[in-house]
């Protein structure tokens, strides 16, 4: 398996992460038997982290599928290189890095850490569109 693709499922796990952080905080602001509910009446107010841990988690499914995509098609097509595999490193470490910089609310440098992750990503379309 080539280190794309290596790094392809370390982005899968990343989005598991995301979704049992959000799980576990959800469950300790409304409790179970909310969580276990049909959730026809709104539970307990979302909390700021957790809101915002949402928000992070609804951004990374934006780009998730364009990121699986290219990847599969860059392994494909055979046009893996050193171009897709630092776009995939960049995409996968921006995204790590995006989650906690998030949950603390710092602006600025959340903007930059994402466009880190769409440099990555656009290299890997490079790299198939060559």
């Given at each position: 398996?080539?280190m794309?693709?290596?790094?392809l499922?370390?982005?899968?796990v990343l989005a598991?992460?995301?979704?049992?952080?959000?799980?576990?905080?959800?469950?300790k602001?409304?409790?179970?038997?909310?969580?276990?509910?049909?959730?026809?009446?709104?539970?307990?107010?979302?909390g700021?982290?957790?809101?915002?841990?949402?928000?992070?988690?609804?951004?990374l499914?934006?780009?998730?599928?364009?990121?699986?995509?290219?990847?599969?098609?860059?392994?494909?097509?055979?046009?893996?290189?050193?171009?897709?595999?630092?776009g995939?490193?960049?995409?996968l470490?921006?995204?790590?890095?995006y989650?906690?910089i998030?949950?603390?609310?710092?602006?600025?440098?959340?903007?930059?850490?994402?466009t880190?992750?769409i440099?990555g990503?656009?290299?890997?379309?490079?790299?198939?569109?060559?």
């Open positions: 398996m080539t794309e693709l290596t790094l499922g370390w982005t899968l598991l992460a995301q979704i049992l952080l959000v799980t576990l905080l959800r469950l602001e409304a409790g179970l038997a909310y969580n276990m509910s049909p959730r026809d009446v709104p539970g307990a107010p979302t700021k982290i957790t809101a915002r841990l949402i928000r992070a988690q609804a951004n499914f934006e780009t998730l599928p364009l990121f699986a995509a290219a990847v599969l098609i860059a392994h494909a097509m055979g046009r893996e290189s050193n171009i897709t595999l630092l995939t490193q960049l995409y470490g921006a995204r790590i890095v989650v906690p998030y949950a603390a609310g710092i602006c600025v440098v959340r903007t930059l850490t994402w880190v992750s440099v990503l656009v290299m890997i379309f490079s790299a198939i569109l060559r």
